[in-house]
């Protein structure tokens, strides 16, 4: 690239590149079940570097404010079922267990 040239990439196309996402305009959350690297790769929601979205500190607060909110109002109760080996964690953009299972008891009805 000749210099001063600026590059940029559109989130909005990459993040829907049919080349790397089944149904890149369905909505479907379970393909981040078993998401490759190269979907993790093209789905920068917030961007990065230093020009980075203005509003992802408060989305990453928000999102602590929710679980702290959930784990307060409810038991959260692994599957009896469950052994250690299924609590290993699995990266998926965010560490997880692997086995996917878990009961949620209400502590309060509201």
Known sequence: MPRGITIETNSYATARDPNVY?????????????????????ARPFSYGPR??????????????????LYQLY????????NPADMRQVDM??????????HVTPIKAF
């Open 52 to 69: 980075n979205c203005v509003g992802r500190h408060l989305a990453e607060i928000s999102i602590v404010l929710t679980v702290s909110r």
């Open 75 to 82: 038991d959260i109760i692994p599957d009896p079922s469950m």
């Open 22 to 42: 089944l149904e890149p305009l369905e909505f479907d959350p379970s393909r981040w079940e078993h998401a490759t690297e190269e979907m993790r790769q093209m």
């Open 93 to 102: 953009g965010v560490l997880e267990p692997g086995c996917h299972n878990f």
